[in-house]
T-cell receptor, first 115, second 111 residues
Framework: GAVVSQHPSRVICKSGTSVKIECRSL??????MFWYRQFPKQSLMLMAT?????????EQGVEKDKFLINHASLTLSTLTVTSAHPEDSSFYIC???????????FGDGTRLSIL | QKEVEQDPGPLSVPEGAIVSLNCTYS??????FMWYRQYSRKGPELLMY????GNKEDGRFTAQVDKSSKYISLFIRDSQPSDSATYLC???????????FGQGTELSVKP
């Protein structure tokens, strides 16, 4: 149980393109979903927290107009990297939790490369 | 000082060895403790989840929490090459807030 699916797993695109990443909880309802960014050999850095039907809460230093998050249902959240540039290249990972205090379950990540 | 301290390693052990991974923390409000395993280019996978002080065992894995010392451990018995990965400790406070990760320990189990 507690499966989170993230799609796509790999994206390579030109600078200026907008990229959408989907995160789905397959066998549970995710009241809260989280988006992380991970650089090589480093731990996960929380970007934002989203609750179904409400605006996402962004961490300090994360541009909300650059990283658009939508959590339209209890099983789907999307992250859109708008007008992506090479410095946005990274490994993006989503997670989901069904209750406060419960462990988060992670997707397999999306490797984004902006040329 | 970071809220959660974890030795990044790398840690290299022979197959069959007992592995001990540890984290210390400073926030006494942390109530929920987790260990995740992350293979290269994959998302973290939940290994163990504990709420209170004490031990929890699952197969070859044992998680230990000592709240009085603010110290948690993960033991891996009879380690296998397939255990080679980065292990992340993580914790949540009693308000159910954000997941706070350690830096991760890179483990390599040699055949």
């Amino acid at each position: 149980g507690a499966v989170v699916s993230q799609h796509p797993s790999r994206v390579i695109c030109k600078s200026g393109t907008s990229v959408k990443i989907e995160c789905r909880s397959l066998d549970f309802q995710a009241t809260t979903m989280f988006w992380y960014r991970q650089f090589p050999k480093q731990s996960l850095m929380l970007m934002a927290t989203s609750n179904e039907g409400s605006k996402a809460t962004y961490e300090q230093g994360v541009e909300k107009d650059k990283f658009l998050i939508n959590h339209a249902s209890l099983t789907l959240s999307t992250l859109t990297v708008t007008s992506a540039h090479p410095e946005d290249s990274s490994f993006y990972i989503c997670s989901a939790s069904d209750r406060v205090g419960q462990p988060q379950h992670f997707g397999d990540g999306t490797r984004l490369s902006i040329l | 000082q970071k809220e959660v301290e974890q030795d990044p390693g790398p840690l290299s052990v022979p197959e069959g060895a007992i592995v001990s991974l540890n984290c210390t923390y400073s926030n006494s409000a942390f109530q929920y403790f987790m260990w995740y395993r992350q293979y290269s280019r994959k998302g973290p996978e939940l290994l163990m989840y504990t709420y209170s002080s004490g031990n929890k065992e699952d197969g070859r894995f044992t998680a230990q929490v000592d709240k009085s010392s603010k110290y948690i451990s993960l033991f891996i018995r009879d380690s296998q090459p397939s255990d080679s990965a980065t292990y992340l400790c993580a914790m949540i406070d009693n308000q159910g807030g954000k997941l706070i990760f350690g830096q991760g320990t890179e483990l390599s189990v040699k055949p």
